[in-house]
C-alpha cells in the first residue's frame, strides 16, 4: 500500500521560509516522479512543483519559481520544498504526490498524500 505523509507545515510570517516533507512507502521511490500542488479555500489545485527522476528534471509553478526549490532524498524516501520569501498568497494546504515514470507533470499523478496546512500571515 502506497503512503505519502506530508509534514513541515505551520504558521508563518511573511517572508519566512519552510521546508515541507514528504517521506513515500510501498512503493519503490527512485522509479517516481514527485510533485508538489496546493489548494486554497475556494480557488483550484494549483502545481506548485515536481521532480523527475531522470536526469534530476524539475518544473516549477510560476507564482513560486526562484523562491521554491524541489529536492529529494533516494536514500530516504522522501522530496522535501524549500520554501523561501514566503508570502500570505502562498497559504494553502500543500499536497505531495508521485508518478510512476522518470519526467515530471503539472498534472497526472498515481498518488496523493493528505496535505500539510501553511498559513502565512501578513
Known amino acids: 500500500q502506497v503512503q505519502l505523509n506530508e509534514s513541515g507545515g505551520g504558521l508563518v510570517q511573511a517572508g519566512a521560509s519552510l521546508r515541507l516533507s514528504c517521506a513515500a512507502s510501498g512503493l519503490t521511490f527512485s522509479t517516481y516522479s514527485m510533485g508538489w500542488f496546493r489548494q486554497a479555500p475556494g480557488r483550484e489545485r494549483e502545481f506548485v512543483a515536481a521532480n523527475g527522476w531522470r536526469e534530476n528534471i524539475t518544473n516549477y509553478g510560476k507564482s513560486v519559481k526562484g523562491r521554491f526549490t524541489i529536492s529529494r532524498d533516494n536514500a530516504k524516501n522522501t522530496v522535501y520544498l524549500h520554501m523561501n520569501s514566503l508570502k500570505p498568497e502562498d497559504s494553502a494546504i500543500y499536497y505531495c504526490?508521485?508518478?510512476?515514470?522518470?519526467?515530471?507533470?503539472?498534472?497526472?499523478?498515481?498518488?496523493w498524500g493528505q496535505g500539510t496546512q501553511v498559513t502565512v500571515s501578513s
Open positions: 504526490a508521485a508518478r510512476r515514470g522518470p519526467y515530471p507533470s503539472t498534472g497526472v499523478y498515481d498518488y
